[in-house]
Each structure stands twice: as structure tokens, then as C-alpha cells.
């Protein structure tokens, strides 16, 4: 009885660490995201994204739950695409194009965070 109960505490210690690495990932992305969106110069620019491109691929590996891991690593994979685009222009050394594409990025942080929000109190109640 004992091994099922340290099993399962450490399974649980387990899939706590997986959900804080991408936490951690995310924020790391969040903040070569702001330094890039903040770069006055293409090669600074083309720095951080490079950097925001490998921890989204980072994010990529790490797991979700199954009812949200499809549209949780297409919202990465958009993502990843707009990075790119951002990469040849800063590297083009079009910083406000780059810039604007860092902006599509920003909303699909947004649309694609909403995934992961809990439920409010209203909408256990009432649904939603």
C-alpha cells in the first residue's frame, strides 16, 4: 500500500515539474518576445528572436492534457511561422516590418492563452 501511495506522489511530483518547465519556457518566451519587440537594432532584433524561435521549440515538446494539445501546438506552430517571417526581415533589416509580425505574434499569445485559463466561477455554475 505504501509503493502505490509513493507511485503515486511521485507521479504527480512528476507532471507538477513537466506543467512549471513550460511555464518557465513560456516566460522565458515572453521575455525575449518583449526584448525583440524592444530591439533598435537588426542584429539585436535578429538575436532575440533566434533565441524566442528555440523556446518555442522547446514548448513544442513538452506535453498537454489531450484535450488540448492539438490546439495548443498549432497555436505554437503559428507562431513559429510568424517568428520566422519576423527573423528574414529583421535579418532584411526591416525592423518595423519585424516588428509589425511580432505584433501578430502578441495576438495569437493572446487567443491561445485563453485555452488554458480555468473556467471562471460562472461558468461552472451557469456553463460556458
Same mark, same amino acid.
Given at each position: 500500500?505504501?509503493?502505490?501511495? +509513493?507511485?503515486?506522489? /511521485?507521479? *504527480?511530483?512528476?507532471?507538477?515539474?513537466?506543467?512549471? $518547465?513550460?511555464?518557465?519556457?513560456?516566460?522565458?518566451?515572453?521575455?525575449?518576445?518583449?526584448?525583440?519587440?524592444? *530591439?533598435?537594432?537588426?542584429? &539585436?532584433?535578429?538575436?532575440? +528572436?533566434?533565441?524566442? +524561435?528555440?523556446?518555442? &521549440?522547446?514548448?513544442?515538446?513538452?506535453?498537454?492534457?489531450? $484535450?488540448?494539445?492539438?490546439? *495548443? /501546438?498549432?497555436? /505554437?506552430?503559428?507562431?513559429?511561422?510568424?517568428?520566422?517571417?519576423?527573423?528574414?526581415?529583421?535579418?532584411?533589416? &526591416?525592423?518595423?516590418?519585424?516588428? /509589425?509580425?511580432?505584433?501578430?505574434?502578441?495576438?495569437?499569445?493572446?487567443?491561445?492563452?485563453?485555452?488554458?485559463?480555468?473556467? *471562471?466561477?460562472?461558468?461552472?455554475?451557469?456553463?460556458?
Amino acid at each position: 500500500m505504501k509503493f502505490v501511495f +509513493i507511485t503515486a506522489f /511521485l507521479l *504527480s511530483s512528476f507532471a507538477i515539474a513537466k506543467a512549471q $518547465d513550460l511555464n518557465q519556457v513560456m516566460k522565458k518566451m515572453g521575455h525575449e518576445y518583449k526584448l525583440a519587440i524592444k *530591439s533598435q537594432t537588426h542584429n &539585436e532584433m535578429s538575436r532575440h +528572436i533566434a533565441a524566442f +524561435i528555440l523556446l518555442v &521549440e522547446q514548448a513544442k515538446e513538452q506535453k498537454f492534457t489531450d $484535450d488540448k494539445a492539438q490546439e *495548443s /501546438l498549432k497555436g /505554437l506552430n503559428l507562431t513559429l511561422e510568424l517568428a520566422k517571417q519576423a527573423a528574414i526581415l529583421a535579418n532584411e533589416k &526591416e525592423l518595423h516590418a519585424a516588428k /509589425l509580425k511580432l505584433k501578430e505574434v502578441d495576438e495569437l499569445r493572446i487567443k491561445y492563452h485563453k485555452l488554458h485559463e480555468p473556467p *471562471s466561477v460562472w461558468e461552472l455554475l451557469f456553463g460556458g
